[in-house]
């Protein structure tokens, strides 16, 4: 990937929270990324650490109340996905960012058809006749591999299995040609034989139509095959950010180095139990002003309880969130 | 679909013979005398004689396959003879009414009118009101208007027709003279003048029943679409792009009609047993006056005829509600 290529998403500062009676939870502190034209942008982090919330954010689909988004901007084809009217929201999504979501299950409306959902956003986006929109359903549908395609248009979604319907809510986000897809664990609801053929499919697809892509998931394993890079979430903020070689090599988050250990080895001693992290993601009940791992973790000083870290670069393309320096195993200075 | 309508329809004969047997045995089995209200003058042997004519002195194995008789051959062929001008009964004996002496279809064919315009009409604006009022409280959920609704709704179930047709007439009819109080049952639709007429008297008895069917029907349909609402489908069709009219009438709608169907459509035996309170109030003498007036006076004919109506309506709403059903929901399918 070229590093000068204009990134084709770029979110600064973005902040989420969720009014609740109990009070406010903080899911999004100030996340910024971006995502440049075609590369596959990886983002791992244990359930509740805000990687679904930044992503559903980005096109305004969590729900409002009890979500709001604080502050931030969203910038895509020169505008700012958070300022632009609903009219305009809504042509950005399904049209040029597809999401697939996690539960292929519930996540098509049981009393429509399958080519009738995906006809929905190739009729509004693109203004296809009725006629126009099904023979590119068909296509679709042998794009992501079902067989039987034209047959299968009239079925309903109870009729396909678990993969299947996860290869039609891929159909319906590829469907407009987008420029960005996000990808919301797309493969955590399924058995691994699926899960494999899934992410065959997706970085075939991605190949040959050549978008950009956010893959949000919680193993490490898949992001290790596919990613270009990577962001590591806790606490509703990016602890680490870093090309995916480097990441696995050389992480210097103390998170992500404790995630990478939880990798279980098949060569490894065989009496060795699985490691763990011990304790628990924290509620985030108000803004953060320490670091949220700090609890967690075995390298935290005094300064880890008054003060968030910032994101120190620690290389090229490469920073960590974190007041100790992994490599002098010290206090970063400043 | 065709197929389970049709063996559905065929298992409802048993069913409904099952339910005539129990209605007349039930009749058979309570107290009362259909000569109790003749004069006390009358000698014990005449009123005997009376009795005997009226077919009591029989066996129920016999009065019961006669009434059915009456009801499933003789009662259509009179029907057809009046619209087609045939002569298929043949002056056959009818079911006939031990209070009035006539046929008892005769009278509940006047009736009907004044049932179907009152309690049918305020079936109709009390869906009509609730559907959006259901869907436009749960898509905003808590908002003054939902607060509004769910008020509305308690009034609906918690104040009785008595209470709420009798404020109504003092409101409208005493203090304010808006409404004739009395529905006119002799009143012949002609011409503008009697259509206003018409459409003033009924105001009141149909605001009174609608506003406990829109209770009931609001309250179905708001549940309903909030648990679709907070669905992954629906996230799936916002990520689509599709605009909100979109998202809620067309994809939320649609599931959430599907348990609110069976409500509606259980509802409709219960306009045609009339609402009994309610026809008193406003001196609607409907099907649930003539019921009420038919228990009362042991006119066991009328009773039996007018219950089973309203047994087969109950089954054929059934059967409506759970084609409806199938055809709403593409997972449930019959055959």
């Known amino acids: ?17 969720f009014k609740t009676r109990g009070g406010e939870v903080h899911a999004v502190n100030d996340v910024s990324f971006s995502l440049r034209p075609g590369e596959l942008l990886g983002v791992v982090g244990e359930s509740g650490s805000g990687k679904s919330v930044t992503m559903m954010s980005l096109l305004g689909l969590l729900p409002s ?54 006809m929905e956003p190739l009729r509004k986006h693109m203004g296809l006749s009725k006629r126009a929109a099904a023979t590119r359903a068909r296509e679709l549908l042998e794009l992501v591999g079902i067989p039987d395609a034209q047959r299968r248009l009239d079925d309903y979604p109870h009729q396909f299995s678990g993969g299947m319907r996860q290869r039609v809510m891929i159909a319906i986000a590829l469907a407009c040609d987008p420029k960005v897809l996000i990808a919301d664990e797309p493969t955590t609801a399924l058995d691994v034989t699926i899960q494999a053929q899934i992410l065959d499919l997706m970085l075939g697809l991605r190949e040959k139509l050549g978008m950009a892509v956010i893959w949000i998931t919680h193993d490490l394993g898949v992001i290790a095959g596919i990613a270009d890079r990577v962001l590591v ?24 180095r404790a995630l990478l250990k939880t990798i279980p080895t098949i060569s490894g001693e065989r009496a060795k139990r699985l490691t763990v992290i011990e304790g628990q993601p924290p509620l985030m009940t108000e803004a953060p002003n320490a670091c949220p791992f700090r609890a967690r973790c075995d390298v935290a000083f005094d300064r880890c309880a008054v003060e968030n870290p910032p994101r120190y670069p620690v290389g090229p393309g490469h920073d960590a969130a974190c007041f100790y320096n992994a490599r002098t195993k010290g206090p970063r200075d400043a | 679909m065709l197929i389970y309508t049709f ?102 064919a006047q009736r009907l009118p004044q049932t179907l315009w009152v309690v049918g009409m305020s079936y109709v604006v009390g869906v009509l009101i609730a559907l959006p009022i259901g869907i436009i409280s749960a898509y905003r959920q808590y908002s003054v208007f939902d607060q509004a609704g769910t008020f509305v709704s308690m009034i609906g179930f918690s104040v009785p027709p008595f209470f709420s047709g009798v404020l109504l007439i003092v409101i409208f009819s005493v203090q304010l003279g808006w409404l004739p109080s009395i529905y006119d049952t002799t009143l012949v639709v002609r011409d503008w003048a009697t259509f ?52 809620v009438l067309k994809h939320v709608l649609r599931n959430s009609m599907i348990p609110v169907v069976t409500v509606i459509a259980l509802g409709i035996p219960a306009i045609f047993g009339g609402a009994i309170i309610t026809e008193q109030i406003f001196k609607v003498n409907g099907l649930g006056q003539l019921l009420i007036l038919a228990l009362q006076g042991s006119d066991i004919p009328m009773v039996m005829t007018i219950t089973f109506l309203l047994a087969v309506l109950i089954v054929v709403m059934n059967l409506i509600a759970d084609v409806l059903y199938g055809i709403l929901d593409p997972r449930i399918r019959y055959d």
């Open chain 1, 1 to 17: 990937m070229p590093e000068a290529a204009a990134p084709v998403l770029d979110v600064q500062g973005l902040k989420t929270v």
């Open chain 1, 65 to 118: 109340p009890p979500a709001e988004i604080r502050h931030g901007c969203v910038m895509f084809d020169g505008k700012d996905l958070l300022q632009v009217k609903p009219r305009t929201l809504r042509a950005v999504r399904g049209g040029e960012i597809g999401f697939v979501f996690q539960d292929p299950m519930t996540s098509l409306n049981p009393v429509y058809t399958v080519g009738m959902q995906i």
């Open chain 1, 233 to 256: 979430m806790y606490g509703g903020q990016i602890v680490e950010h870093a090309p995916v070689g480097d990441l696995f090599r050389d992480p210097q988050h103390p998170y992500t």
């Open chain 2, 7 to 108: 063996r559905r329809l065929l298992i409802s004969i048993p069913t409904l013979l099952f339910i005539a047997f129990v209605i007349f045995m039930l009749l058979e089995l309570a107290p009362g005398d259909p000569m109790a209200q003749m004069p006390l003058t009358i000698p014990p042997e005449v009123k005997e004689k009376m009795r005997i004519a009226l077919g009591l002195g029989e066996p129920w194995y016999v009065r019961f396959p006669l009434w059915l008789k009456q009801f499933f051959i003789v009662e259509p062929q009179y029907w057809i003879d009046s619209t087609f001008g045939t002569n298929f009964a043949d002056g056959k004996q009818r079911i006939i009414s031990f209070q009035s002496r006539s046929p008892v279809f005769d009278t509940i």
């Open chain 2, 196 to 247: 206003k007429q018409q459409m003033l008297q009924m105001v009141m008895p149909v605001m009174v029943l609608a506003l406990q069917t829109t209770a009931t029907v609001s309250r179905y349909m708001r549940a309903s679409m909030l648990d679709n609402l907070s669905q992954d489908y629906v996230r799936t069709a916002r990520a689509k792009g599709m605009t909100e009219s979109v998202v």
